[in-house]
């Protein structure tokens, strides 16, 4: 992404970096000092960082200066080696529901939202319960890691659940996954994006099957609507199947979810009153803690806008061009709209004004798909472990990523 630089230096060196110390463990603490600073530029990243809730509702509300085209990153944007490697395997790119300005936006939208209905949601209840209990099964001799062993095994059944992906693929579908992941990552090691790109091959063509099985046999799922569309508008071509099933739906239909399943564990586990109150009324408090971790622990740190004209943004003057990094884990920590924003309030009377599934235009397609999971996982792991407690010395540690913040263990006993 170009940028011009017009902020003074002592703005450009209040950088942020995600995959490294001390951004990586807590970014709230920069999060906290950004607010109260103009909207600035982060080398690192590329982009103008916006913290500040009302600037960041600003943008979201004003889809014609602030275009969503550059959301999410074109992974044809990578150095010249990796191109290289994706042109060499013919893989796709095309937009995705999320870089989509209007018009477009709405045909693509109105498919997506057909392949994540009320009804469809509904469908996967009995999935979700059961894939659940099976896991739980799984642990053994008192104690569980419930990332590797619970959140990731579980989201991944749903989402591919969705996607119309066989279950026997997950495992190879994740790798996948993982690869797109890395080719969005600009702070990633080159040599990692090579790697990845050139997997990316062998998913275009799996991808491709997919979509050729369902355009001669429809199914109920996501891949058979973006096919086939629905009665009102027609599917699309199958660049652009592959486009959104590989990035808008399996990367963020996984990570986020994954992400906020152990985040409202976490803080369940952390606090006596709110555990007591989970294990005394179940369907309410885990309902309440879920907003609140979403708030607080935003499992998407944020995507990229960028400005169609000449305009003025949380006290600095952003030419037409501008990328800009809306943080909406910082948002949902602005003191000003969200008193006590890092503690824990279950009553939070506002706490629905979250920006954690994003709002307007773009806000996110799968949010009632996610909350289901968050539900279903923390019920049936709490009714199931009503003594489950943190492991002994377990302390939070987050991955290094780019665009989400979760977990990267989750120790527990019983």
Same mark, same amino acid.
């Given at each position: 992404?170009?940028?011009?630089?017009?902020?003074?230096?002592?703005?450009?060196?209040?950088?942020?970096?995600?995959?490294?110390?001390?951004?990586?463990?807590?970014?709230?603490?920069?999060?906290?000092?950004?607010?109260?600073?103009?909207?600035?530029?982060?080398?690192?990243?590329?982009?103008?960082?916006?913290?500040?809730?009302?600037?960041?509702?600003?943008?979201?509300?004003?889809?014609?200066?602030?275009?969503?085209?550059?959301?999410?990153?074109?992974?044809?944007?990578?150095?010249?080696?990796?191109?290289?490697?994706?042109?060499?395997?013919?893989?796709?790119?095309?937009?995705?529901?999320?870089?989509?300005?209007?018009?477009?936006?709405?045909?693509?939208?109105?498919?997506?939202?057909?392949?994540?209905?009320?009804?469809?949601? /509904?469908?996967?209840?009995?999935?979700?319960?059961?894939?659940?209990?099976?896991?739980?099964?799984?642990?053994?001799?008192?104690?569980?890691?419930?990332?590797?062993?619970?959140?990731?095994?579980?989201?991944?059944?749903?989402?591919?659940?969705?996607?119309?992906?066989?279950?026997?693929?997950?495992?190879?579908?994740?790798?996948?996954?993982?690869?797109?992941?890395?080719?969005?990552?600009?702070?990633?090691?080159?040599?990692?994006?090579?790697?990845?790109?050139?997997?990316?091959?062998?998913?275009?063509?799996?991808?491709?099957?997919?979509?050729?099985?369902?355009?001669?046999?429809? /199914?109920?799922?996501?891949?058979?609507?973006?096919?086939?569309?629905?009665?009102?508008?027609?599917?699309?071509?199958?660049?652009?199947?592959?486009?959104?099933?590989?990035?808008?739906?399996?990367?963020?239909?996984?990570?986020?979810?994954?992400?906020?399943?152990?985040?409202?564990?976490?803080?369940?586990?952390?606090?006596?009153?709110?555990?007591?109150?989970?294990?005394?009324?179940?369907?309410?408090?885990?309902?309440?803690?879920?907003?609140?971790?979403?708030?607080?622990?935003?499992?998407?740190?944020?995507?990229? /806008?960028?400005?169609?004209?000449?305009?003025?943004?949380?006290?600095?003057?952003?030419?037409?061009?501008?990328?800009?990094?809306?943080?909406?884990?910082?948002?949902?920590?602005?003191?000003?709209?969200?008193?006590?924003?890092?503690?824990?309030?279950?009553?939070?009377?506002?706490?629905?004004?979250?920006?954690?599934?994003?709002?307007?235009?773009?806000?996110?397609?799968?949010?009632?798909?996610?909350?289901?999971?968050?539900?279903?996982?923390?019920?049936?792991?709490?009714?199931?472990?009503?003594?489950?407690?943190?492991?002994?010395?377990?302390?939070?540690?987050?991955?290094?990523?780019?665009?989400?913040?979760?977990?990267?263990?989750?120790?527990?006993?019983?």
């Amino acid at each position: 992404m170009a940028v011009t630089k017009q902020q003074d230096s002592a703005q450009a060196e209040f950088d942020f970096n995600p995959m490294v110390s001390p951004h990586r463990e807590n970014p709230h603490l920069f999060y906290r000092d950004a607010r109260q600073r103009p909207v600035t530029l982060s080398p690192s990243i590329g982009a103008y960082m916006v913290t500040r809730y009302d600037d960041i509702k600003a943008v979201l509300d004003d889809p014609e200066s602030f275009s969503s085209a550059a959301a999410l990153p074109w992974i044809y944007d990578n150095p010249p080696e990796v191109v290289a490697e994706l042109r060499a395997a013919n893989v796709p790119e095309t937009t995705m529901v999320v870089n989509e300005d209007e018009p477009r936006h709405r045909q693509m939208r109105a498919l997506f939202d057909a392949g994540v209905s009320g009804a469809r949601v /509904r469908s996967l209840l009995p999935v979700m319960r059961d894939r659940a209990n099976e896991l739980i099964d799984r642990f053994t001799g008192g104690s569980a890691e419930l990332v590797s062993e619970y959140a990731i095994p579980f989201v991944q059944t749903v989402i591919n659940a969705v996607i119309g992906f066989p279950p026997e693929d997950a495992e190879q579908i994740q790798t996948w996954t993982d690869d797109v992941n890395t080719l969005w990552n600009q702070l990633a090691p080159v040599s990692d994006r090579v790697a990845a790109a050139r997997r990316l091959g062998e998913y275009t063509r799996y991808l491709q099957s997919q979509i050729d099985d369902r355009r001669a046999h429809p /199914r109920d799922d996501m891949i058979s609507v973006l096919v086939h569309g629905t009665d009102q508008f027609d599917g699309l071509a199958d660049d652009y199947v592959h486009n959104i099933i590989r990035g808008a739906v399996r990367v963020a239909g996984f990570d986020t979810t994954r992400d906020a399943i152990t985040a409202t564990v976490l803080v369940a586990l952390q606090n006596p009153d709110i555990l007591e109150r989970v294990t005394a009324e179940p369907t309410q408090t885990i309902m309440k803690v879920t907003e609140e971790a979403l708030r607080r622990d935003a499992p998407h740190r944020g995507l990229f /806008r960028i400005t169609t004209r000449d305009v003025e943004l949380g006290g600095t003057a952003l030419p037409q061009g501008s990328p800009l990094l809306l943080l909406f884990g910082s948002a949902n920590r602005d003191e000003s709209v969200f008193s006590d924003p890092d503690a824990v309030h279950l009553d939070r009377p506002n706490v629905r004004d979250h920006l954690a599934f994003g709002k307007g235009l773009h806000s996110c397609p799968g949010a009632p798909l996610a909350r289901a999971e968050i539900r279903i996982a923390l019920e049936t792991l709490f009714n199931r472990m009503p003594e489950l407690r943190l492991a002994d010395g377990y302390e939070p540690t987050y991955i290094a990523s780019y665009f989400f913040r979760g977990l990267e263990s989750l120790q527990v006993r019983w």
